[in-house]
């Protein structure tokens, strides 16, 4: 076994990358893939939170770097889902706690023993961003359909194209189809125009993830949901598999006041 | 029907086609931004190109990029002090 080591990154914070890479590292598993998360945001952990597992951290990936414990001792199994394991970042240290060539190694540790290795970066391009860069082949950009999202997003491909990483694949997270609909947001088509970069899927702007975060189970567990179901689909692609994009417009459900709006507004047409 | 559509807030465009202009904007200026550095490099590598085909006064070349609200260009303005013409067909 070889993993494929997955780092998912976006350049502006808040844009979904953690959210992203706990619900596609279980689809994955329920796939039957055996995959490690890895919480590269040192210093400002929360993968353990949104996969639910913050109380049974012991370890962290720098006592593995540092060797204070082995690498198995720091792996947190999820019981939920077979195959799944989280590998979380250190709290009280800052990202100046690790090297790119001690994330690359790390990595090369980890390859043997898993399917899938997900990377959750942090914010921002410095030191961490290539720290966790530096131990993956390929990339997810997350960005939502917003101009400083989709800016970053671009300094970000920039940046892991001259690092050598392929595939570079897009996630737009948060789409509105209401509001693309009604002109108000940016479209799909409208970011993959200036990005110029392969799309992976479009998650569409879901409460079940607020529900997911408050819970600790990611949504791609129970899939009850549209995100859900857009998670699934993006773990499938990763798999080689060809998934139809979603239907985003069947979620485009509006109430009578804004149907009266749009009829108003002479916005339906469009 | 005016008074309706007023009250329900029709007539205004919608926002996303500004979006996407000022998206394209904003990443032609990002994409060019080049560092004093790099320029300082391109200069360099410029002058040794050109003094193989001519002798130019490296004291007054001006090299910069001139951004435009579309687009950005590179203009470089480098006066010629006299062309090398024997020399150049021993180089090709």
């Known amino acids: 076994m070889s993993a494929r080591v997955i780092v998912t990154t976006s350049g502006k914070g808040g844009v979904g990358k953690t959210t992203s890479t706990a619900n596609i590292a279980a689809a994955l598993a329920k796939f039957g893939k055996k995959v490690v998360a890895v919480d590269a945001d040192v210093g400002l952990r929360n993968l353990d939170v949104i996969m639910g597992l913050e109380n049974r951290v012991v370890y962290n990936f720098i006592d593995v770097i540092e060797k204070t414990c082995k690498l198995s001792a720091a792996l947190v199994k999820d019981k939920r889902v077979p195959g799944l394991y989280l590998l979380p970042a250190a709290q009280t240290r800052t990202k100046d706690a690790v090297n790119p060539e001690q994330m690359v190694a790390l990595c090369e540790e980890l390859k043997p023993e898993f399917d899938f290795v997900l990377l959750d970066c942090p914010a921002g391009i410095e030191g961490g961003f290539k720290n966790a860069a530096a131990g993956a082949d390929e990339a997810l950009v997350v960005t939502t359909p917003e101009i400083p999202a989709v800016r970053d997003a671009d300094r970000i491909i920039g940046m892991l194209e001259s690092m050598g990483k392929s595939p570079i694949r897009l996630i737009i997270n948060r789409l509105r189809p209401n509001m693309v609909q009604d002109g108000d947001m940016l479209a799909k088509d409208d970011i993959l125009d200036v990005l110029s970069i392969d799309l992976i899927g479009v998650v569409p702007e879901d409460e079940s993830v607020i529900r997911a975060t408050n819970n600790g189970e990611p949504m791609t567990m129970t899939l009850d949901s549209p995100a859900a179901h857009a998670y699934l689909n993006i773990a499938e692609r990763i798999l080689g598999r060809d998934v139809p994009l979603m239907d985003l417009e069947s979620y485009a459900t509006r109430g009578f006041i804004s149907k009266i709006k749009r009829f108003f507004s002479g916005k339906r047409k469009r | ?92």
């Open chain 2, 1 to 92: 029907m005016g008074f309706l559509s007023k009250f329900f807030g029709g007539g205004n465009e919608g926002s996303s086609q500004k979006a996407k202009d000022r998206l394209k904007i904003v990443l032609i200026h990002d994409r060019t931004d080049i560092s004093p550095q790099l320029l300082d490099n391109l200069r360099d590598e410029m002058v040794n190109v050109l003094a193989k085909y001519m002798d130019i006064d490296t004291n007054k070349i001006e090299i910069d990029l001139d951004h435009d609200e579309n687009a950005v260009a590179l203009v470089a303005n480098i006066p010629i002090l006299r062309i090398k013409r024997g020399k150049v067909a021993e180089i090709s």
